[in-house]
Nanobody, 125 residues
């Protein structure tokens, strides 16, 4: 069992930056999991944002965030990060961290094994 706890959300003006963190807890090996970030805006389905492979050698991004967001992980700290730059109002959503065991990229929403409870990011225009 893995518990994922996101942090770092908040209110930011358009053009600003935020860094989200997701810490993993539980009797498990963090490197067993590919990690992903997803987001869900009001009235919309949850969508893929970014993913990183178990040891960080591979990454994947949604087209809408390429060049603005960067995913990284620190396996010594059991933590994955999402650096978000040049934020836009359309990035406003609840951001969820998720873990998938024994898979390679790309990740899909339906293929994740564990989810965090989410952190709200609001970008004002």
């Amino acid at each position: 069992q893995v518990q994922l706890v996101e942090s770092g959300g908040g209110l930011v003006q358009a053009g600003g930056s935020l860094r989200l963190s997701c810490a993993a807890f539980g009797r498990t090996t963090f490197t067993a999991y590919a990690m992903g970030w997803f987001r869900q805006a009001p009235g919309k389905e949850r969508e893929f944002v970014a993913a990183i492979s178990r040891f960080g050698g591979g990454t994947d991004y949604a087209d809408s965030v390429k060049g603005r967001f960067t995913i990284s992980r620190d396996n010594a700290k059991n933590t994955v990060y999402l650096q978000m730059n040049s934020l836009k109002p359309e990035d406003t959503a609840v951001y969820y961290c998720a873990a998938a065991a024994g898979v390679t990229l790309p990740l899909s929403r339906g293929g994740m094994d564990y989810w965090g409870k989410g952190t709200l990011v609001t970008v004002s225009s």
